[in-house]
């Protein structure tokens, strides 16, 4: 096995155990982060436009985008786990073809079985509308990865003319 599928290989794996990890947390656990960095956005926002926003102001403004970032930050998640994926799988001749549908498809699965094992986890729940936000993010990965591809091979193509 060569080291660039090894190290695509471990990438993802690692990948994996960090959403794991943030899945195995409680929901006050869990609402606790996403609460904490809404209140830093809409202070910083608050800061940078000198909007004098009062502190109960504040809250509010934060509690309104908790759950956006939340999704967020799942969307952003799936979305490195299918470009890990797609790199390791890109690394196989016979699967290099397919390597952005087997990523998507790996992604989804995985948030399925992420979801699956939420259901056991205290003050959580396993939602299908959350595997189909995940399984977005890692579409919008993907697309961002393979516009990123077709653009740099363009570019390598441009510079050798």
Known sequence: ???????????????MAVIF???NQKAAASSEISGSLSSRVIGEVDQVFHLHWQESEIKTYAQWIEHPIRKAAHMTEYAILAVLL???????????????????LGTAGYAATDE???????????????????????????????AVI???KKRRKNDRV
């Open 116 to 146: 699956f094992h939420q259901l056991f986890i205290e003050g959580r729940s396993g939602e299908f509308k959350d595997v189909c936000i995940d399984s977005l993010g890692g579409l919008i990965g993907l697309i961002l990865a393979y």
């Open 21 to 23: 990890s943030f899945s």
């Open 150 to 152: 077709f653009w740099w």
């Open 1 to 15: 096995m060569n080291f660039k599928r090894i190290l695509w290989l471990a990438a993802a794996v690692l990948w």
């Open 86 to 104: 797609s790199g390791n799988f890109m690394q196989y001749e016979a699967l290099k073809r397919k390597c952005f549908l087997w990523a998507f």
